[in-house]
């Protein structure tokens, strides 16, 4: 912990593929020693859907201390051998009762209690519980036991993470992190102590469509028929990511800040390794 009174969180927005892997890895390689706890949003990290159990061990090593996802979290079906056990990671609590994983987690480090919690979005998404109430008791349970509480809304519509950022404002949280659209929005603030922002963005290839090939993509809007998107590749990548201090004794956002840097992709080895 650097200061006594706080710490310093970084959350990564949504990472997509191995550019997006590789630029977390090399990120934290730098600069993991300045953050008291990293989170990262991972539902796209294996070959931009899903997450295998290698990739989940992969960023444990990196020094990420707890992921995040959101829709495509089943989208590798080894999801569901090891998600149980997986102790860093969430899928949305809003998910139906009977539903493999957790939303919620309270992770202890260095001496101090971080609550951390998945939510997913209902406009123009899968369609899934109602949150409002059950996210408003759990942030309540976390609080008795912790006042930093922070949650991953993974949701499409930019009014509905801004309606709900200030509703979550009211109820205590430190921050709230939106993603999905994987577009960093330049609207971070600090309301009623919640750090917010509507998407942190995402980690992966600049060249691509959002991480995804752009031939794949400008196909599938010229001609409406499906298939199969891939990851970007290319000879830069781009790391998205949310830098928050928080009061560890009130649970308040001191300070946040928008983390946007490009790294050239020169490791020929590793890019031409297969995609996992």
């Not at 200061?3 to 990564?12: G, H, Q, R």
């Not at 993470?161 to 960093?184: N, R």
């Not at 102590?193 to 031939?215: E, H, L, N, R």
């Not at 201090?245 to 946007?260: H, M, N, Q, W, Y």
């Amino acid at each position: 912990m650097k200061d006594n009174n706080s710490i310093k969180i970084i959350f990564f927005g949504d990472i997509v593929g191995k550019p997006g892997r590789f630029a977390v890895r090399d990120f934290l390689a730098e600069n993991k020693e300045n953050y008291d706890f990293v989170i990262a949003n991972v539902e796209n990290a294996s070959h931009g859907f899903g997450l295998t159990e290698k990739n989940y061990s992969e960023f444990i090593e990196y020094g990420i201390d707890a992921m995040t996802c959101g829709n495509h979290i089943w989208d590798k079906k080894d999801i569901y051998s090891y998600i149980d056990s997986a102790n860093c990671l969430l899928r949305p609590l809003n998910y139906p009762e009977g539903t493999p994983g957790v939303g919620s987690r309270i992770f202890e480090k260095d001496g101090f209690k971080i609550g951390v919690i998945n939510v997913l979005g209902r406009v123009f998404m899968n369609l899934v519980n109602p949150y409002w109430n059950e996210v408003a008791e759990e942030i309540k349970r976390i609080k008795e036991i912790t006042p930093i509480v922070v949650l991953d809304f993974h949701a499409e519509a930019t009014a509905e993470k801004v309606c709900y950022g200030k509703y979550c404002s009211e109820l205590g949280l430190s921050a709230m992190f939106g993603t999905h659209t994987h577009v960093q929005t330049a609207d971070e603030c600090i309301i009623n102590g919640m750090a917010y922002i509507t998407d942190a963005g995402f980690c992966g290839a600049s060249d691509g469509v959002i991480g995804m090939d752009y031939d794949t993509s400008l196909s599938r809007f010229l001609t409406a028929i499906p298939e199969r998107y891939e990851v970007a590749k290319g000879s830069t990548s781009q790391l998205n990511a949310i830098e928050v201090e928080v009061d560890i004794r009130s649970g308040k956002a001191l300070a946040v800040k928008r983390i946007f840097c490009n790294k050239n992709n020169i490791e020929k080895e590793e890019e031409s390794e297969k995609e996992d």
